[in-house]
């Protein structure tokens, strides 16, 4: 699992971008969230997620929130 926050939410598309540890900035669907709804994403929230490859580059999937303690 790869470890990043979230960087952009654009609610009214349906999409946002992750910045990921290694310092690149992946795009993902709501589709790939689980664990909360897509509407109750905040910037700078820590995540986990995969990355599959997709015909416009890597993309994030499976994306969790992190709880922080």
Known sequence: MHKGKI?????????GFIDDTDGRQLFFHQS???GVEF????GEE???????????????INIKIIEQA
Do not use: T
């Open 7 to 15: 960087n952009k939410v654009v609610r009214d598309r349906g999409f």
């Open 32 to 34: 790939s969230v689980s």
């Open 39 to 42: 509407d109750s994403l905040r």
């Open 46 to 60: 820590q995540v986990e997620f995969e990355v599959e490859d997709s015909p416009k580059g890597p993309r994030a």
